[in-house]
């Protein structure tokens, strides 16, 4: 378990850095199989603007083979934002720990292909402008699978949609969450 931590308009002091390697080491206490050998990394940042009030943020993101879990927190104080992203994190390893052990038993699907990883690749091209304009890209590897598991990933991210190749198709598709707590299907026509 490799982690990077990086700050953003906040200075990363040695008490801080111990903190959230403390935090993560619980991690590794229960899902040591599951995370060895795999990046993690850190985002911490404040926001300048002093009207919000939650402007401690906390990002976590673990680079699993073919997997992303991602745990994004914000709150007053940076330390309890690292502990309530700390025990997200907890919930997700272990709900994925289920979903691939009971795959495993059912034998349902193999485990990813490593070489088909979802990992980002980020063009840093991040200027700042309030007139809708697009200020951040990301480009990453599509991975063909089913929505089922499109949904599974959308939920192991904590993002609002996910991109991928659906595996039935090969089309590519977007599956996003609503706000009544179902799933949607985005499915182009040309």
């Known amino acids: 378990m490799n982690i990077l931590i990086e700050g953003k308009n906040i200075e990363l002091t040695g ?16 899902y040591e199989h599951i995370i060895k050998d795999h990046d993690i990394r850190v985002k911490l940042s404040t926001a300048k603007n002093p009207r919000i009030t939650n ?3 906390t990002e976590v993101t673990i680079f699993l083979d073919g997997k992303i879990i991602r745990s994004e927190h914000a ?11 700390a025990d ?19 034998k349902e699907r193999p485990l990813p292909n490593p070489e088909l990883t979802g990992v980002l690749l ?13 200020i951040k890209s990301k480009k990453f590897r599509l991975q063909p699978l089913t929505p089922e598991e499109a949904t599974e990933q959308l939920d192991l991210i904590s993002h609002d949609f996910y ?12 599956i996003y969450r609503r706000k009544d707590g179902d799933y949607g299907l985005i499915e182009p026509v040309l």
């Open 15 to 30: 008490a801080l850095k111990d903190y959230v390697k403390d935090k993560l080491s619980r991690l590794r206490k229960h």
């Open 55 to 57: 402007h401690s943020i």
């Open 75 to 85: 709150s007053e104080d940076m330390y309890a934002s690292i502990d309530l992203v």
């Open 88 to 106: 997200k994190l907890e919930r997700q390893l272990h709900k994925y720990k289920d979903k691939v052990y009971r795959s495993l038993q059912h």
């Open 122 to 134: 980020e063009s840093g091209n991040n200027k700042h402008s309030y007139e809708g304009k697009i």
């Open 163 to 174: 991109v991928f190749i659906n595996s039935e198709t090969n089309e590519i598709n977007t």
